[in-house]
């Protein structure tokens, strides 16, 4: 399970995207400022570092530097949304670069792609009592035994996994699985997960939500 620090100097914000990796299965440690973050570096290894810029007593900026001495991979949450801060950021060696207010599915598909591409992913996510999501191999296991899921059935479940307990609507759903602008076509959405939850058994579970589009209960 990969491990991420967070250091975000507002405690709701720092806490809204600590709960939120926490329910898509990531271990996560929140510092309210950049010395305590350091601190935890010392003392732990990270998989990946989300750093606000402007933090008291040391900034993102060198909390970036010494996470690079770490090896560990850095995405800047930082409402310094110019172009130019936004080069600085890239430029001095972070993986990503995000501008607040952001949305929480984004923050996990960038939190997924930085982990995969910087080679740290190699984890197995749960869905309790009889479902698990092996993410290096894109495996999934119900009872232990393997279930054969279709790529986009498979990305499906990874993206409600990442979501529980939130309603997800249909167009993002279709935006974020098929990459794709959605046109007002419920059926394609529809069906796949129909698909998927029937091989999964999850038809109690991962409900239709009125209007909405879906969410997977837990």
Same mark, same amino acid.
């Given at each position: 399970?990969?491990k +991420?620090l967070?250091?975000?100097?507002?405690?709701?914000? %720092?806490?809204?995207?600590?709960?939120?990796l926490?329910?898509a299965?990531y *271990?996560?440690?929140?510092?309210?400022?950049?010395?305590?973050? $350091?601190?935890?570096?010392?003392?732990?290894?990270?998989?990946?570092?989300?750093?606000?810029?402007?933090?008291?007593?040391?900034?993102?900026?060198?909390?970036?530097?010494?996470?690079?001495?770490?090896?560990?991979?850095?995405?800047?949450?930082? $409402?310094?949304? !110019?172009?130019?801060?936004?080069?600085?950021?890239?430029?001095?060696g972070?993986?990503?670069?995000?501008?607040?207010?952001?949305?929480?599915?984004?923050?996990?598909?960038?939190v997924?792609?930085?982990?995969?591409?910087? %080679?740290?992913? %190699? *984890?197995?996510?749960?869905?309790?009592?009889?479902?698990? +999501?092996?993410?290096?191999?894109?495996?999934?296991?119900?009872?232990?035994?393997?279930?054969?899921?279709?790529?986009?059935?498979?990305?499906?479940?990874?993206?409600?996994?990442q979501?529980k307990?939130?309603a997800?609507?249909?167009?993002? +759903?279709?935006?974020?699985v098929w990459g794709?602008?959605?046109? %007002?076509?419920?059926?394609?959405?529809?069906?796949?997960? !129909?698909r998927? *939850?029937?091989?999964?058994?999850?038809?109690?579970?991962?409900?239709?939500?009125?209007?909405?589009?879906? *969410?997977?209960? +837990?």
């Amino acid at each position: 399970m990969n491990k +991420i620090l967070i250091a975000e100097d507002e405690a709701p914000i %720092g806490n809204l995207i600590r709960t939120a990796l926490e329910d898509a299965g990531y *271990r996560c440690l929140w510092t309210p400022d950049g010395q305590t973050a $350091a601190d935890a570096l010392e003392a732990e290894p990270f998989d990946l570092a989300l750093l606000d810029i402007m933090l008291p007593k040391a900034n993102g900026y060198e909390l970036l530097e010494y996470c690079k001495s770490l090896d560990v991979p850095v995405i800047f949450l930082t $409402a310094k949304g !110019q172009l130019e801060d936004k080069v600085k950021g890239l430029r001095l060696g972070a993986e990503d670069y995000i501008v607040k207010p952001f949305e929480l599915m984004e923050l996990l598909a960038r939190v997924e792609t930085v982990l995969r591409r910087c %080679g740290k992913t %190699g *984890r197995v996510l749960s869905l309790p009592p009889d479902i698990e +999501i092996d993410t290096a191999s894109r495996l999934v296991r119900k009872n232990g035994l393997p279930v054969p899921l279709t790529a986009k059935e498979y990305d499906l479940l990874l993206l409600f996994v990442q979501n529980k307990n939130i309603a997800l609507y249909r167009d993002r +759903i279709y935006e974020r699985v098929w990459g794709e602008e959605f046109l %007002g076509d419920s059926r394609t959405v529809d069906l796949h997960i !129909q698909r998927m *939850r029937k091989k999964l058994g999850l038809e109690k579970r991962l409900v239709a939500v009125y209007k909405v589009g879906y *969410r997977l209960e +837990i």
